[in-house]
């Protein structure tokens, strides 16, 4: 089995239907460095919000499904864009097959590309000069306990003011992910009051499901606080792109 069928990067169905741009900058990433993964044809939904919903023999159908999928495959390492996935193959996961994550090294993104600036593969030469802070999403940080990393990214470029938010690492508020579709004005409330303690800065996230709300409801409300992927800012520094902020649409 070749190196790129082996190590495979789950982009998520939140980024592959309403943010595809961070798919092709991870991609640009992981090429520019010569880190060799492949995608999926018809990549499945890892099934994470499944569980969520309270649909559980859906949830556990989908899992052992992919389980053996992946199994097909031969998949050693699996690299993922989305938190939600994250926590998904490390703990629902586990929950059906016990040993599946020692079968198949699971990382998000951030860990794999904090461990390439580490190695000294991946070295910020441009300067970045903005002001930025940082919203810890809930699966990535207190649920998978993933704090150092991002901002560890975000510190290795040149030019960033960093400031953290009141409200950071395990007490990180909630920018209501999901329960926007049933309770809009709640999810507002919630998403307004970050956008309102990040001011006028960079608000870098590292979950589409945050994203997302951050631009909802900047939009909505006209906030002055600029919501950013990380992987954005990351490509940006590369010279990856020509702009900072994603186009609209």
């Keep these: 089995m070749s190196e790129e069928n ?4 789950f982009v998520g169905c939140t980024i592959s239907y309403s943010y595809p741009r961070a798919a092709e900058l991870m991609t ?11 995608t999926f044809d018809d990549e499945p939904c890892c099934g994470g919000v499944l569980s969520k919903i309270g649909q559980s023999s859906e949830a556990e159908e ?28 490390k703990k629902e996961y586990t929950k059906i097959d016990p040993s599946f994550d020692k ?38 940080g207190r649920h998978m306990e993933i704090y150092e990393d991002p901002r560890f990214i975000i510190k290795s470029i040149p ?17 209501g992910g999901p329960i926007r579709i049933p309770y809009v004005q709640l999810r507002n409330i919630l998403t307004k009051s970050i956008l309102k303690e990040a001011k006028r ?8 499901a945050c994203y997302y709300n951050f631009r909802a409801v900047k939009e909505l409300l006209g906030a002055k606080s600029i919501p950013i992927d990380l992987i954005e ?17």
Excluded: W
């Excluded at 800012?233 to 649409?249: H, Q, R």
């Design 201 to 208: 800065n960079y608000l870098i996230t590292t979950c589409p």
């Design 159 to 175: 030019g960033i003011q960093f400031k953290e938010l009141k409200r950071n690492l395990e007490y990180t508020q909630c920018c």
């Design 103 to 140: 079968k198949i090294e699971i990382l998000h993104y951030t860990t794999l590309l904090a461990n390439l600036i580490r190695e000294k593969k991946i070295v910020f030469k441009k300067e970045v000069q903005i002001k930025a802070t940082y919203h810890d999403p809930c699966e990535l």
């Design 28 to 38: 640009k990433i992981l090429a520019k460095y010569g880190v060799k993964y492949g």
């Design 6 to 9: 082996s190590n495979m990067f």
């Design 233 to 249: 800012l990351v490509a940006f520094a590369l010279n990856l792109t020509p702009t900072l902020l994603e186009e609209d649409g």
């Design 62 to 89: 989908k899992v052992k499904k992919n389980i053996e999928y992946f199994k097909n495959l031969g998949i050693k390492r699996i690299v993922t864009n989305c938190p939600e996935c994250y926590l998904a193959f």
